[in-house]
């Protein structure tokens, strides 16, 4: 007996709506908590890629499951995770968060909550390897230290997969805070 292992397929947002209008599609969002606080749509659950498990579907198996992140990159990435999860039929949401939104979609937006705190983390480091070339530059090149220690920083977290910014980041009282959804 051979066992059929289904593939992850692409669904267009308008697809995507109809099938979860008619009960035939569960949407589920593998963004991180911050990311859907700020911005998600309607009816989505939160499903985090870092916390996934694949026993967390066992009551939706028998519908379809309509995967999304913000653009599409990440639920491709993590396709053989989504591919476990028991569904017989995975697809992801073409241009994920931003195709729903391309196709004139509704979102639910919460402009209080903070933003991502990745993008917390470039806004930061950004900041930081500019200030430090112009400073080694006009005032001393041992402020050139600055865009290597960042540098480093980001080395460290691409190739640990944990970033100690985005953690400490994590920890401050706006980010710490719930955001209804």
């Known amino acids: 007996m051979n066992a059929v292992t289904p593939a992850l397929r692409e669904v267009d947002p308008p697809t995507a709506r109809d099938w979860l209008e008619k009960g035939e599609a569960v949407l589920l969002d593998i963004r991180e908590p911050d990311e859907y606080a700020r911005e998600h749509i309607p009816g989505a659950r939160l499903t985090p890629l ?15 499951a309509v995967f999304h992140c913000s ?11 989504l591919l476990g999860t028991g569904f017989d039929e995975v697809f992801y949401l073409h241009d994920g968060l931003e195709g729903w939104k ?34 080694g530059v006009t005032v001393s090149p041992w402020f050139l230290l600055i865009p290597g220690f960042m540098g480093g ?25 719930t955001v209804g959804g």
């Open 153 to 177: 920083g980001l080395l460290f977290a691409g190739a640990s997969g944990t970033c100690a910014m985005a953690t400490l980041l994590g920890k401050l009282p706006y980010n710490r805070r």
């Open 50 to 64: 870092s916390t996934f498990d694949a026993a967390d579907f066992s009551r939706d198996r028998h519908r379809r």
């Open 102 to 135: 391309k196709s004139g979609f509704a979102t639910r937006v919460n402009r209080d909550a903070p933003i991502s705190i990745m993008r917390q983390v470039q806004l930061i480091v950004g900041t930081m390897v500019l200030l430090g070339v112009l400073l």
């Open 71 to 81: 653009s599409g990159a990440r639920t491709c990435q993590a396709a053989s995770r």
